[in-house]
């Protein structure tokens, strides 16, 4: 499932933000953040951990050689684009507002619409 909302700074579409859900699996759930057509960045929730290698990432900027987590972001970097990779703590038993939200935090967008979780039914009360 895929829902996308555009948006504004000062009145002017700068990014279009969107949250991608797969519906079979409790948690596997990805938020992006395109900047003018290109994707710099990113969260993904998976319902397990999942290896990434970060070759050639800045470790001055954070980056391990290799991640292996089931909640890490993606952020765009010069040369490399989204390659690079970083574990999310915190997040392992959040629910998908929470999320959501977080990454809304994370990325400065101040995002206030009424909010229905695409999948009600597995939501963590």
Known sequence: MLWQ???FVA???VATLYLIVNPRH???WVCKLYFRKADVFEWNIKPKATKHRNMGCPADRGFAPSIKCAEHEHV???GHG???AKALDGLDEANHRDVFERFCEAARI???PDYESPM???EIQ
Do not use: S, T, Y
């Open 82 to 84: 989204r390659d690079c």
């Open 110 to 112: 101040d995002f206030h």
């Open 26 to 28: 409790a948690r596997a």
């Open 11 to 13: 009145g002017a579409r």
């Open 76 to 78: 765009w970097i010069e």
């Open 120 to 122: 009600p039914q597995l």
């Open 5 to 7: 909302a555009p948006v």
